[in-house]
């Protein structure tokens, strides 16, 4: 799909052409956001609210290389946004973890089912859900991952550490 002919004719006010980049991108932002929430109904709202959101940040919205990761940095925030109004109590800056001696293997996320492990990456600070669903699920280089946050890619790698040590925890069962 031709990204850059699709926006430019969405902004022109082309309702077809929006219903065709729609069509072809909500299946990814849909399933990164399913993997964050829990329930069908309330990944299917979310999803909208994210094409809400980008529809009317088109008119100063400039081509990048990949929509999609615009659409995937704007479903972290309505995400977030979800789980303020949930009352959740997550806590937004990392933590700098200096515990050489945790054996963090990559092999974790392999030793699960997949629904196992959904439910420990939605028990991870948002961010780290993101990290990992952009590099296991979605494939994402770090590289990738860290175009969509606008951070240097050593920052990506060290909080992929950070969420692989609280999968990790959380995994085996302990508290985080």
Known sequence: MNEKFY????????HQALDIFIENLYPQVYTFILRKVKGDDVA???TQEVFVRFIKALPTYEYQKKTLNYLYRISSHVCLSYYKKQRYDYEIEEEHIE??????HEAIIKQFHHDELIEAVRLLKPLQQ???I???FEQYTFKEIADIYNENISTIKSRHYQALIHLKKIMEGVNV
């Not at 926006?7 to 082309?14: A, E, N, Q, S, V």
């Not at 515990?99 to 963090?104: E, G, L, N």
């Open 44 to 46: 299917q709202d979310l």
């Open 7 to 14: 926006i430019r004719r969405i902004k022109k006010g082309d």
């Open 134 to 136: 952009l590099k296991y």
């Open 130 to 132: 993101d990290i990992i």
């Open 99 to 104: 515990d050489k001696r945790v054996d963090v």
